[in-house]
């Protein structure tokens, strides 16, 4: 059975059993709870026969399952195997838990070397958060011209919050040279995936006029976005004593538009449902 096809069918039968668990009888109940720790065996079976997939996803529920048995212990050994495999979900997973110190002592070393393993696998999520550590000195020398080749990586892939940091770097030439013309690029291609950061950024790059056409009016429009889409709700608050009332209500018209023109938000398709950052 391959690994995409044995967690297919051994997740699908454990979500069910959660699903209606609640809605069975006492007695049923039991049995449902019979049945739960059934399909753990079978995933368990199959994640101790070597399957690397299922290892992971044996490692997402320890960690993430709010059932019993929740444990991020056990969800470290299941993502370790599964990384000394090469399996990248499991190396960005492990990597965090270093992060965070759950399940396992707090290591920034440990974390900056799954999440370097994991980004040299090609994955987003990993590359994005190994820039972030050289970008600040955690785990690893300050470094922002390493931290900016990682962005590079994850922003190849489309990631937003890597591409909102590249931005960044550009605007206050950390890392590489300044160049107000590539931290609104990045910041665009990041708002335009309703990355709220993002949308700040660039209102200000509107709002100071840097490399685009100063606008109040354009400013206002991204800042709102910004607070709509869970930013900061004082993002508007340098902008407004600018505008009279008819520019507000341009601002919020403008907002709207750029909203329905805006591109999906990033995520990945290939992995169990997970937080992109930290």
């Known amino acids: 059975m391959t690994s995409a096809r044995s967690v297919f069918i051994l997740l699908c039968g454990f979500s069910a059993l959660l699903v209606f668990n609640g809605c069975l009888t006492a007695n049923s109940n039991l049995n449902a709870s019979d049945d739960l720790s059934s399909h ?4 368990i079976d199959e994640a101790e026969a070597g399957d690397p997939g299922v ?6 529920m320890y960690e993430h399952e709010r059932h019993e048995p929740q444990s991020n212990y056990e969800a470290a050994r299941w993502y370790r195997l599964a990384a000394d495999q090469g399996y990248e979900d499991a190396m960005y997973r492990l990597g965090v838990l270093f992060d965070r110190g759950e399940g396992v002592g ?7 070397y799954w999440y370097r393993r994991g980004g040299e696998a090609g994955d987003a999520r990993s590359q994005y958060n190994l820039a972030l550590m050289y970008d600040f ?4 020398e300050r470094d922002q011209t390493e931290a900016a080749r990682w962005y590079r990586k994850a922003v190849k892939q489309g990631y937003a919050p890597a591409q909102n940091n590249l931005g960044v770097l ?7 040279d300044v160049n107000s013309a590539e931290a609104v690029r990045w910041y665009r291609n990041a708002a335009e995936q309703h990355y709220a950061r993002a949308q700040y950024n660039l209102g200000m790059m509107y709002y100071y006029g840097r490399s685009v056409r100063q606008s109040f009016v354009e400013a206002y429009a991204w800042c709102y976005l910004s607070m709509a889409n869970g930013g900061n709700p004082e993002a508007l608050r ?6 009279n009332r008819d520019q507000v209500r341009q601002g919020l018209l403008r907002a709207g538009e750029l909203q329905r023109e805006l591109r999906t ?7 169990a449902p997970d ?3 930290l």
């Open 40 to 43: 753990l065996q079978l995933l």
């Open 55 to 60: 290892q992971y996803y044996l490692g997402w």
């Open 275 to 277: 937080e992109p950052e």
């Open 170 to 176: 550009y605007a206050a030439g950390e890392g590489v």
């Open 137 to 140: 000195g955690e785990g690893v």
């Open 106 to 112: 707090q290591d920034l070393g440990k974390a900056a």
């Open 265 to 271: 938000p990033w995520m990945r398709e290939d992995s």
């Open 238 to 243: 340098h902008i407004v004593p600018h505008l």
